[in-house]
């Protein structure tokens, strides 16, 4: 009995789950009912990135990326950084639901994948992917915010900011599925230049208070050794 009591004490923290609950069924709702009055997102640049299946690889890497770092973040804490993690995702999140609730908006890129001339199963993966995740909601893109969220709080992290190995393996992935969500044509471009900007917002929010918190302890030390030098 007591060992249970310190499992829940411990992982306490697991209540912010339940915030995924509401995400999903306000997502689903949407992804069912804006169907009119839809504003179609496109720029130029979408006109000049070509169709390539091979991203599809890195788009749904992105569902291991984010979960793996979810449950690091939750077993291996420190709680501080848990919350600052999740609080980054949820509140970006939540404001894209928002955006889509307020701005209803699709884009129409999709190719016709039956007349590309080639079929393999990377297209064929798509082709479903196409059939189940309909072409609306997409700006800001949730994929590339949830991506820059999760490597910047890899960066972050006490314990694996110090790994090169993982910093530049969590960097390529979350570039590669950046990229990824244009070139199978999930996504366009100002998709990803929006939730670039959304991810600088709630940066701001969510860590540069501590951050700056922790300069001025920094600048404050440093001024405490320059002015009372510890004597030899």
Same mark, same amino acid.
């Given at each position: ?10 992982? $306490?923290h697991g209540w912010v789950f339940c915030l ?6 306000? +997502?689903? @709702? ?9 504003? &179609? ?17 890195? !788009?749904?890497?992105? +569902?291991? !990326? ?15 950084? +848990? ?11 939540? &404001? ?9 908006? /699709? /884009?129409?890129?999709?190719? $016709? ?16 992917? @196409?059939?189940?995740?309909?072409? &609306? ?9 949830n991506s820059l969220a999760t490597h910047i709080?890899?960066?972050? $992290? ?8 993982? $910093?530049?393996?969590?960097? &390529? ?12 044509k999930q996504h366009s471009a100002f998709d ?10 709630? @940066?701001?929010?969510?860590? @540069? ?24």
């Amino acid at each position: 009995m007591k060992q249970i009591k310190n499992l829940i004490k411990k992982y $306490n923290h697991g209540w912010v789950f339940c915030l995924f609950f509401v995400y999903m069924a306000w +997502f689903l @709702y949407l992804e069912a009912n804006n169907t009119k009055n839809l504003f &179609t997102i496109h720029i130029k640049l979408d006109d000049y990135i070509p169709f390539n299946e091979w991203f599809v690889i890195p !788009y749904l890497l992105w +569902f291991a !990326y984010v979960f793996v770092t979810v449950v690091y973040f939750f077993l291996k804490g420190p709680k501080d950084e +848990f919350y600052q993690y999740i609080a980054f995702l949820f509140v970006g999140m939540f &404001t894209c639901l928002i955006i889509y609730s307020i701005w209803p908006n /699709q /884009q129409n890129l999709r190719p $016709n994948l039956a007349t590309l001339g080639r079929d393999n199963i990377l297209i064929r993966i798509i082709s479903v992917i @196409y059939s189940r995740d309909t072409s &609306t909601n997409v700006c800001p893109s949730i994929h590339v915010y949830n991506s820059l969220a999760t490597h910047i709080a890899i960066c972050k $992290n006490r314990k694996l900011r110090s790994n090169k190995l993982i $910093n530049l393996s969590s960097f &390529t992935l979350m570039i590669l599925i950046c990229l990824s969500t244009t070139f199978i044509k999930q996504h366009s471009a100002f998709d990803t230049i929006c939730a670039i900007g959304l991810a600088i917002v709630v @940066y701001l929010l969510v860590y @540069y208070p501590s951050e700056r918190l922790e300069l001025k302890e920094r600048f404050r030390k440093i001024l405490k050794e320059k002015l009372y030098p510890k004597s030899v």
